[in-house]
């Protein structure tokens, strides 16, 4: 079946670095999304992306689609410490559209 | 204000003592899926639902079952937990029959003793 795979595992860095999560599915995808867990929450959407080679950015953050849609990038420049949390990336098979399997979150401390 | 209830948000219980978990939306999704979330393997799918009466497994829907009599409810049904099932569950919806944009309920916290 579908996997997704998400590095690193864990993240910390000094408040003012920059971030980055990398998101790799075994099966190429209709679509990617991202989610953001703050800690002791629920995951909360962040943004889809649909095309391949898409580039999104939410002020400091940055998403982007690989261009075989099998891949996907967050970055965050300049973390500050509302960052925190876990980052998700979910993908929907090109087959399936009832399906979306989660990547396996990168857990991010940023220090003050 | 839109949301997705679950509830309990916390229950310990003995193995084999069956439980339901309730979850229900207020948006009017036709969509609805449960996962479990553990330490390092992110959020997995027990079972969705596109509409009523349309329910189908996840990938990991062993020791699980669900019902979708309603269109705002799905209940997640574990007839005799084990401690393998400890862990965090979540409810979401979206709207459509297929899964777009997910609204997660705040999660539900099983401990099986």
């Known amino acids: 079946g579908q996997q997704v795979m998400q590095i690193p595992q864990y993240q910390h860095v000094q408040e003012g670095e920059d971030f980055t999560t990398y998101c790799n599915s075994s099966t190429t995808l209709s679509n990617i999304q991202w989610y953001k867990q703050r800690p002791g929450g629920h995951p909360v959407f962040l943004i889809q992306?649909?095309?391949?080679?898409e580039v999104k950015k939410q002020k400091r953050l940055t998403f982007q689609f690989g261009e075989a849609k099998k891949n996907s990038s967050l970055h965050i420049t300049a973390t500050q410490t509302t960052d925190v949390g876990t980052y998700f990336c979910?993908?929907?098979?090109?087959?399936?559209?009832?399906?979306?399997?989660f990547g396996t979150g990168t857990k991010l401390q940023v220090i003050p | 204000e839109a949301q997705v209830t679950q509830n309990p948000r916390y229950l310990i219980t003995v193995t084999g003592k069956k439980l339901t978990v309730t979850c229900s939306q207020n948006m009017n999704h036709e969509y609805m899926s449960w996962y479990r979330q553990d330490p390092g393997l992110g959020l997995r799918q027990i079972y969705y639902?596109?509409?009523?009466?349309?329910?189908d497994k996840g990938d990991v829907p062993e020791g699980y079952k669900v019902s979708r009599k309603e269109k705002r409810n799905f209940p997640l049904i574990l007839e005799s937990p084990s401690p393998n099932q400890t862990s965090l569950y979540f409810c979401?919806?979206?709207?459509?029959?297929?899964?777009?944009?997910?609204?997660f309920g705040a999660g539900s916290r099983l401990t099986v003793l």
């Open positions: 992306l649909v095309k391949s080679g």
């Open positions: 979401a919806s979206s709207p459509g029959n297929s899964a777009g944009v997910l609204t």
């Open positions: 979910a993908g929907r098979n090109s087959g399936g559209y009832q399906k979306v399997t």
């Open positions: 639902s596109m509409n009523v009466e349309v329910t």
